[in-house]
């Protein structure tokens, strides 16, 4: 068990982050182990095949038979929401001291991996340059693995954090950390931390609490080490539904939304269009275009730019996801 004792000014202090490294991080657990949770059983089966590339012992590597990982290479967020290429600079940052006492302690009471064999040199080059390899390896992994599916995770991260802070709001800190986790108890002002596999230790006090929402996280996760600054990974809430495929659209949806006249121009505008052209196109009046044109316009959904005499429209990016569907062969004549 590991406990906080949590002052008054340390709840004052306490905060949300939205962290790419530390899912990036978090999700080798799952990578090498499958079974710790079924639920990311879809996107190890997508992530996989690509990964061949990669040296895929050494990013194994980091993560210890306990499942523990190492601190530095999940530094503390000192913002909400960190860009990953921000953390990771961070990480690359890492003393060679430290580096040395996380990978020990990750694999602790065991050897380390010859993949990290550097690790364990007293030339602090050697060390270094390990992390360099390990933060270069972690990098590809991201754009492989993690970056193509972070929106949709960061979106759910950070429905945790407003529904984690409307608890605190509500119930204080009794009722946040009691909903957070069934292994995590609040009492007198310290919160336990049950079910981690470590020796009892209290972290201290005085710094604050950084509460931190995970895709990956199959339970709470402190850091390692009882001197680090209280920070806190949990499950976050709505995970079990991330990696299914969104339900495929109505395709009368669009018109129902839009109305049918300004759907089909939507559909239509995937090139740029003179008003003309869509006129002679849809067989209508210029001027009924042009109607259409301007809520259209107005409202984000297409752009317009000038071509000699002629002002050509096209989708915008928002009109783009709108109108992801291909356009349907019979177009509504009734503009």
């Not at 409307?166 to 009794?174: D, E, F, I, P, S």
Request: hydrophobic letters at 45%; aromatic letters at 6%; one cysteine or more.
């Amino acid at each position: 068990m590991i406990s906080f004792v949590l002052g008054v000014e340390d709840l004052a202090d306490t905060r949300f982050a939205v962290s790419p490294l530390q899912e990036t991080v978090l999700s080798l657990r799952v990578l090498r182990d499958p079974g710790l949770s079924a639920l990311h059983l879809p996107w190890h089966r997508s992530v996989l095949p690509g990964l061949g590339a990669l040296d895929t012992d050494l990013l194994m590597s980091l993560v210890g038979k306990r499942h523990l990982l190492p601190d530095f290479l999940t530094p503390r967020p000192t913002r909400f929401a960190p860009a990953f290429e921000d953390e990771l600079a961070v990480a690359r940052q890492a003393p060679p001291d430290l580096i040395r006492r996380d990978l020990l302690a990750t694999h602790a009471p065991g050897p380390l991996p010859e993949a990290l064999h550097d690790a364990t040199a007293t030339d602090d080059a050697r060390v270094v340059g390990l992390c360099d390899t390990i933060c270069e390896l972690l990098a590809r992994y991201w754009e492989l693995a993690i970056k193509p599916m972070w929106p949709r995770m960061r979106l759910t991260l950070e429905a945790d954090t407003t529904y984690r802070a409307r608890q605190l709001a509500t119930g204080g800190a009794r009722l946040l950390f009691t909903d957070m986790h069934a292994n995590m108890r609040w009492h007198d002002g310290v919160l336990h931390i049950d079910g981690v596999i470590s020796a009892h230790r209290t972290m201290a006090s005085g710094r604050g609490l950084l509460l931190i929402p995970s895709v990956f996280a199959h339970k709470p996760a402190p850091p390692i080490h009882q001197d680090d600054p209280p920070v806190l990974a949990y499950p976050s809430r709505a995970v079990g539904t991330l990696w299914t495929p969104p339900p495929a659209p109505d395709a009368t949806a669009l018109a129902d939304l839009l109305g049918a006249p300004r759907a089909t121009l939507l559909r239509i505008l995937e090139e740029p269009l003179a008003t003309t052209e869509l006129a002679r196109r849809l067989g209508v009046t210029p001027s009924a275009v042009s109607q259409h044109l301007r809520v259209l316009y107005a409202t984000g959904l297409v752009t317009r730019a000038r071509h000699g005499r002629q002002v050509l429209y096209r989708r915008s990016s928002l009109g783009d996801q709108l109108a992801h569907r291909p356009a349907e062969a019979a177009v509504s004549r009734g503009l």
